[in-house]
């Protein structure tokens, strides 16, 4: 059987580059918080102690200033301090993962602002606002791992100290992970009073089942559509 020299050629993937999949990245996982915000039925682990903190200090008199995205790079920049004194170094990745998280911050804050509150009796529309954020946090999350640009410390934390102790990521995230939960409940309690959950629950619980099986698929999806390459010469610089 004869095949042109066309069928012989393989069809090349369109590119995706890596600095777009970063910007795409973040401002999903942005949109992807807030709508669970909204949706009210418990954000992921990893946010959470931020929200409590965000949910508690933003009340006191004078600190209305103290949004969520403020919380939010504010305990990643404790991560970060706290990762230096670990590792005992410090790294380029390590200051751009800071600004990464301030960049996620206002992106969040915009975003939080524009987006309409949903009433408590509304559950249809809750539903419908989990299962859009859910599907964006998922898809930042996929994006994020295609970029050489350092991710908010949450990650960054975690991929250093599980090289510092020579264990497998996927254990150290999910420890990580039950670590944040378990400080997100305990700040609700001690804010807002026992049996007050503040930023956790069942949502949270879905999170931690479905979240990794759907951003593995994603990632394996969007290697098998696209070839993601540098647009840019900086992978280099941020190695150092």
């Keep these: 059987m004869y095949l042109s020299s066309e069928d012989n050629m393989e069809k090349k993937k369109p590119v995706f580059f890596t600095e777009i999949a970063y910007v795409v990245g973040i ?16 954000l992921s682990m990893v946010v959470s102690p931020a929200y409590v903190l965000h949910r508690y200090i ?6 209305g200033w103290f949004s969520f995205g403020v919380a939010e ?5 404790v991560l970060v301090i706290a990762l230096m ?14 600004i990464t998280a301030v960049v ?28 859009i954020g ?10 994020v791992f295609h970029t050489y640009i350092p991710p908010e410390a949450y990650e960054l934390f975690v991929s250093e100290l599980s090289k510092k102790l020579k264990k497998p990521t996927g254990k150290v995230k999910w420890t ?18 026992w049996g007050k959950l503040i930023g956790t629950g069942w949502g949270t619980v879905i999170c931690a089942l479905i979240n990794g099986v759907i951003i593995g698929w994603l990632c394996r999806t969007e290697d098998r559509l696209f070839e993601f390459k540098d647009g840019l010469r900086l ?6």
């Design 27 to 42: 401002i999903s996982l942005a949109f992807g918080v807030t709508f669970m915000e909204r949706a009210d039925f418990g």
């Design 58 to 63: 933003s009340q006191l008199p004078g600190m």
């Design 73 to 77: 790079y504010s305990l990643q920049l």
């Design 85 to 98: 004194i670990i590792m005992r170094k410090f790294r380029v990745s390590y200051l751009f993962s800071f």
């Design 104 to 131: 996620y911050g206002y992106i969040l804050d915009l975003i939080m602002w524009l987006m309409p509150a949903v009433a408590d009796d509304q559950i249809v529309l809750r539903i419908v606002f989990f299962l």
């Design 134 to 143: 859910e599907m964006f946090c998922t898809l930042g999350v996929s994006m």
């Design 176 to 193: 990580y992970d039950i670590i944040s939960c378990l400080v997100g409940v305990i700040l609700s309690f001690v804010f807002f009073g």
């Design 235 to 240: 992978r280099r610089f941020f190695d150092k």
